[in-house]
């Protein structure tokens, strides 16, 4: 399965800390979509990059960055972690960036601040 | 600004009951909407599209703009239906999502 994946699964840390969340999109797709999924928000978008290049900003959080790799992989960095930051991350990715295009979403890391 | 909403946060109808899963959007260009849905222990995953205009797994939604809604309807529930239903926005400036809350549909025997 050439789907999106998503490392790690889990991440565990304490207020304060940097985490990076790392993604690998589908094979052939440019774009990749970061959201962030809370019980009491749902799932927010985040951030899209295609081709290397930030194309969308959603209500990211300057604590938080992302950047897409030359060999299309994407990390997300989270830093200065606080409680509410705990989450269901997710990756998505799609062909570009035309609207009617689906996303393909990968299985998510759950970050737990403790 | 654009929004989505889906007003139940569980739905739970007997197999063989029809089913209709509302969504409701607020947008103020062209609207182009999308389901999504997470079965247990799986990953998100597009149901369909209006622009498709196409039914899969038995499960049909018209956009009305009048109402700007996009409800999510199959007219027989299967147990295998139960999962999590996401209502989807697309707005312009690439190929950001506006997702509702979502709805949890439980198909009972």
């Known amino acids: 399965d050439s789907g999106v994946t998503q490392t790690p699964k889990h991440l565990i840390t304490a207020t304060g800390q940097r985490v990076t969340l790392r993604c690998s999109p589908r094979?052939?797709?440019?774009?990749v979509y970061w959201y962030q999924q809370s019980l009491d928000q749902g799932l927010q978008f985040l951030i899209q990059y295609y081709n290397g290049e930030e194309r969308a900003k959603g209500n990211i959080l300057e604590r938080f960055s992302a950047q897409q790799f030359p060999d299309l992989h994407s990390e997300l960095n989270l830093s200065s972690l606080e409680l509410g930051d705990s989450a269901l991350y997710f990756c998505?990715?799609?062909?570009?960036?035309?609207?009617?295009?689906?996303?393909?979403f990968g299985d998510g890391t759950r970050l737990s601040i403790l | 600004a654009q929004r989505v909403t889906q007003p139940e946060k569980l739905l739970s109808v007997f197999k063989g009951a029809p089913v209709e899963l509302k969504c409701n959007y607020s947008?103020?260009?062209?609207?182009?909407l999308f389901w999504y849905v997470q079965y247990s222990r799986q990953r998100l995953q597009l149901l369909l599209r209006h622009i498709s205009r196409e039914s899969i797994k038995g499960f049909t939604a018209d956009l009305n703009k009048g109402e700007t809604s996009f409800h999510l309807k199959k007219p027989f529930a299967q147990e295998e239906d139960s999962a999590m239903y996401y209502c989807?926005?697309?707005?312009?400036?690439?190929?950001?999502?506006?997702f509702g809350t979502g709805t949890q549909l439980k198909v009972e025997l």
């Open positions: 947008y103020s260009g062209s609207p182009e």
């Open positions: 998505a990715s799609s062909e570009g960036t035309v609207g009617n295009q689906p996303q393909h």
């Open positions: 989807a926005l697309h707005t312009g400036g690439g190929n950001k999502l506006t």
């Open positions: 094979s052939g797709d440019l774009s």
